[in-house]
């Protein structure tokens, strides 16, 4: 017994005398804000994929496929030179060949855990987006409001020289 919780002894209860705590209490949240008061917090802020952890990828894959050949070769009893020959020239041809001939050919089916392929997708789909409507890099969403309410103001500016000439 600690602390006095529980029984004071367990003999004639039927129990053991263990005492679990209370899983389903809920303690009393601290008095905060459900939402940031910062405006720039606020804002969406795109992933950016890890450059290391997407060359990783890549030349696991070309491994993978450097991988397949050479058992393919294998079972077919070719020579081991030749196998050697053969697998250097095609992890050559990958790794030169850029990112078009590693790249899924199932354009936005991607695993759970590849974050960060889906955010360089994302990223490209963005770009093509914006291009493809004609928005400027440095776009700041809501800048036309912004544009426009300085309009107002020096044409309600202009109204007010002209009433006093």
């Known amino acids: 017994m600690a602390a006095n919780v529980g029984l004071s002894t367990p003999r004639g209860s039927g129990t053991s005398g263990y005492v679990q705590r209370n899983l ?3 303690k009393p949240r601290d008095n905060f804000a459900p939402y940031p008061k910062d405006y720039e917090q606020m804002k969406h802020r795109q992933r950016k994929p890890d450059k290391d952890i997407l060359d990783h990828d890549r030349l696991r894959e070309i491994e993978v496929k450097v991988y397949d050949l050479r058992d393919k070769l294998e079972d077919e009893e070719v020579d081991e030179d030749e196998i050697e020959l053969q697998t ?5 041809k990958l790794t030169e060949g850029g990112n078009d001939a590693t790249k899924p050919n199932r354009k936005g089916q991607f695993k759970p855990h590849q974050v960060h392929e889906q955010a360089e ?3 490209e789909e963005s770009e093509k987006l914006r291009k493809a409507l004609g928005i400027s890099k440095d776009y700041e969403e809501g800048s036309h ?7 107002l103001r020096e044409s309600m500016g202009d109204n007010k020289q002209e009433r006093q000439r």
């Open 24 to 26: 389903s209490h809920m």
């Open 121 to 123: 997708a994302k990223i």
């Open 145 to 151: 409001w912004k544009k426009q309410e300085e309009r």
């Open 88 to 92: 250097s020239a095609l992890r050559k």
